[in-house]
């Protein structure tokens, strides 16, 4: 079972900036797809970030491309995500979570992703 720890949120203005951080407790995710999640109040959690770990290809949800960007320390096995020029309705509670099949393709299908972290909460003030 893998753990993940999301961390980074906070309370930030619309146009500014926030890195958001995700621990994994394996040793290393190569093979894996990592992705970013969010979901706001009221709404379905949706797919934010993937990055396939093992060729750092990445892929975006039409709504932060742009303006996001997934990245990874391999030594840390860590997963980042950048946020820059924040909109209000980018506020949501964040999420990373690995998809775990073998040799799986980029997807941004929420449900083929597991062992969710506790995530980490965004909110934009006007």
């Known amino acids: 079972q893998v753990q993940l720890t999301e961390s980074g949120g906070g309370v930030v203005q619309a146009g500014g900036s926030l890195r958001l951080s995700c621990a994994a407790s394996?040793?290393?995710?190569?093979?894996?797809?990592m992705g970013w999640f969010r979901q706001a109040p009221g709404k379905e959690r949706e797919f934010v970030a993937g990055?396939?770990?093992?060729?750092?290809?990445?892929y975006y949800a039409n709504s932060v491309k742009g303006r996001f960007t997934i990245s990874r320390d391999n030594s840390k096995v860590m997963v980042y995500l950048q946020m820059n020029s924040l909109k209000p309705d980018d506020t949501a509670v964040y999420y990373c979570?690995?998809?775990?099949?073998?040799?799986?393709?980029?997807?941004?299908?929420?449900?083929?992703?597991?062992?969710w972290g506790p995530g980490t909460p965004v909110t934009l003030s006007s």
């Open positions: 990055l396939n770990w093992s060729g750092g290809g990445t």
């Open positions: 979570a690995p998809d775990l099949r073998p040799s799986a393709l980029m997807t941004s299908a929420t449900k083929l992703y597991a062992s």
């Open positions: 394996l040793r290393s995710l190569s093979g894996y797809i």
